[in-house]
């Protein structure tokens, strides 16, 4: 969910931690082709995010906040980020898609390795 307003994830995030690291990471493989040889984002998606990913940045910062921005594998990113703050838990929405799910379980395993625990909240919009 790419807003502040309403957002499930950055709500209980808050509610349940003394501070909170809000991120955002752009996985390289969902920029490449599709096993039917189509791209996975398209340029006018990739701007789109890149847009939304900007915004979020300006509504974190006017509340005092900031967004971590990384490029690369999410379980890398995220564990290499739990060891550097410390963190006990990544708060993330779930994923629908089967490779999506795969990619959260993946993510799981690495933070949980890092000492963290991944809670999954459903997005409801």
């Not at 955002?24 to 996975?40: E, I, L, N, Q, W």
């Not at 398209?42 to 974190?60: K, M, T």
């Not at 490779?99 to 890092?114: G, I, P, T």
């Amino acid at each position: 969910d790419l807003r502040v307003h309403d957002n499930e994830v950055l709500n209980r995030a808050h509610a349940d931690s003394a501070s909170v690291v809000p991120v955002y990471v752009f996985d390289p493989t969902d920029y490449g082709k599709s096993s039917s040889g189509f791209d996975k984002t398209g340029p006018y998606r990739a701007q789109f995010l890149i847009e939304c990913v900007q915004d979020l940045r300006r509504q974190l910062q006017k509340i005092g906040s900031e967004l971590v921005v990384r490029i690369g594998r999410p379980t890398e990113v995220l564990a290499k980020l739990v060891k550097e703050t410390g963190a006990t838990a990544v708060y993330s929405h779930s994923e629908v898609t089967a490779e999506e799910s795969q990619l959260e379980n993946k993510v799981q395993s690495a933070v949980k390795d890092m000492g963290a625990d991944l809670k999954i909240f459903w997005g409801s919009t």
